[in-house]
């Protein structure tokens, strides 16, 4: 691979998947074109207990906005027949559900019906996503989207077994036994009080309780019990709980830390090579979930289409659909591999607007084999390349669904206080973690009246205890303390001074 960005060639990049390649797997699967391409690379979805492939079908572009000339059963179909064992939709997706419900029937995947393949539909991991953010009750929470306004059902069970009907059963509700969801995520997760909502009424759950959050309902279905009273039947409907975010890493980081229930097993995040240039994803949330083991899946790969030729503002019709691949100018598969070589991803999400017969102009067929990379694929070098390469597009401005950048912080919520341990005088200092800029966090110094007192490596904060740092300064003299973060490259933030009274 060339060094210089502007060397990048689609040529480069085909002969790097190739190579990877090259090193699974040689039993072959038919591409979309008719030729042959390799067994797809799996990856093991963090606690999951799945094999997931590299690659996962995403819910939208041709399967939610359909141009007369693509067949959104027929991406599917292909999708599956290449090995990909990934499949997102959503009830925010249009005819996306029923789209796969139709491709299920072709592929018997329907319990109850006598050709029904359960091996195979073990084989595959189905995800759905809901915007309900109140299991039970409700009222409005500003920032939090709660579906009161009587037009459409307000609760997460609701786009549930909504899911379960368009996709295995006969659309207006009914669905069949043992039909059921590999994961549902709390979907487009932005605001802060929506972690207060979500989890409300998580501990000692019961039916009397008025008002419920998202994810004690979701245990229900989980589990087959009835906490909530809103899972009569004691149905089991969902094996695994997660979220999703395009917008505030640091909620999403709130998201998980308040999870003392270790309900959460996935995450659908945002991640592309304009990441850092907003308050980025790859050195904030990412690691965090990456640390409590949750399955990470990675979305707006090609920003919505905004990478090429599509507004950099959300899609609402079939013509937004990209349906070429790639650019001269901006490949996409350095774009893949790009998202599938940061740290802690498992697999991509990526929308299909075009299949072809030409392996050139099959977006299907270009992104499986961009998706045929190890997680440690790309050196560090190579992907500060694809960045400067993707500032070609919008000069870098194509994450509209993004916070913009904040750059490194200082600890948040920093606190001081001392005592008297015999004839020691203790003084603890505590902090929650600040926020990376386009460096990955390193440490946080301590700062005592102007010279270094000691130093503490960061860890990603997965819960809400904080950090302490003791120190004894062996004496009974008021003193000045800071808080120093410091990131790889030894940027530094530091926090406001904390008074110790001499006592």
């Given at each position: 691979?060339n060094n210089n960005a502007s ?146 059902p307000s609760h997460t069970l ?346």
């Open positions: 691979m060397h990048f060639t689609r040529r480069d990049f085909l002969r790097t998947s190739a190579i990877a390649a090259a090193g699974i797997s040689t039993v072959p699967y038919i591409s979309c074109s008719g030729s042959t391409l390799p067994t797809p690379m799996t990856r093991s979805f963090g606690k999951l207990n799945f094999e997931v492939t590299s690659l996962g079908l995403g819910g939208q572009a041709s399967l939610q906005w359909t141009s007369a000339s693509e067949d959104p059963v027929e991406i599917i179909m292909k999708t599956f027949k290449l090995g990909v064992n990934y499949f997102d939709t959503s009830n925010w997706y249009g005819p996306s559900q029923t789209n796969f419900g139709r491709a299920f029937r072709r592929l018997n995947l329907i319990p109850g019906q006598s050709n029904y393949d359960e091996k195979l539909r073990k084989s595959i991991f189905l995800t759905s996503k809901t915007g309900l953010r109140w299991g039970k009750g409700g009222y409005d929470v500003e920032g939090v989207y709660s579906g009161t306004n009587g037009v459409y609701y786009d549930v077994k909504r899911t379960l009907s368009q996709i295995f059963g006969d659309g207006t509700g009914a669905y069949p036994e043992g039909a059921y969801l590999d994961m549902v995520l709390v979907h487009n997760f932005q605001y802060e009080n929506e972690v207060e909502v979500c989890f409300m009424g998580i501990e000692d759950t019961n039916p009397d309780m008025e008002h419920i959050g998202a994810l004690a309902a979701l245990r229900d279905v989980r589990d087959g019990t009835n906490l909530t009273g809103m899972n009569p039947k004691n149905e089991k409907l969902i094996r695994h709980i997660g979220f999703s975010g395009h917008w505030s890493s640091p909620n999403m980081m709130k998201m998980i830390q308040g999870d003392t229930y270790d309900l959460l097993d996935g995450m659908l995040v945002a991640i592309n090579a304009n990441d850092k240039l907003n308050l980025n994803m790859q050195h904030n949330v990412i690691p965090v979930a990456a640390a409590k083991n949750m399955g990470i899946i990675a979305m707006k790969v090609f920003a919505d289409g905004a990478m090429y030729t599509k507004p950099a503002n959300w899609s609402n019709t079939s013509e937004h659909v990209v349906r070429t691949v790639g650019s001269e100018q901006l490949p996409s598969q350095p774009l893949v591999q790009y998202a599938l070589t940061t740290p802690g991803i498992h697999t991509a999400i990526i929308g299909i607007g075009h299949v072809d017969d030409d392996p050139a102009r099959c977006q299907l067929h270009q992104n499986f084999l961009s998706a045929q990379i190890e997680p440690d694929g790309l050196g560090e070098g190579d992907r500060k390349n694809i960045e400067q390469m993707a500032l070609a597009a919008k000069e870098g401005k194509t994450n509209y669904f993004q916070v913009k950048e904040g750059g490194l912080t200082a600890p948040t919520k920093p606190e001081i206080k001392q005592e008297m341990m015999g004839d020691d005088r203790v003084v603890t200092l505590a902090w929650n973690t600040a926020l990376a800029g386009d460096e990955p966090l390193k440490s946080y110094e301590i700062w005592r009246d102007g010279e270094k007192a000691g130093e503490l490596p960061h860890q990603p904060q997965t819960g809400t205890a904080p950090f302490h740092f003791e120190d004894k300064p062996g004496n009974r003299s008021a003193h000045a303390y800071k808080i120093v973060t410091v990131d790889a490259a030894g940027n530094k933030a530091a926090s406001d001074i904390l008074s110790a009274r001499s006592i």
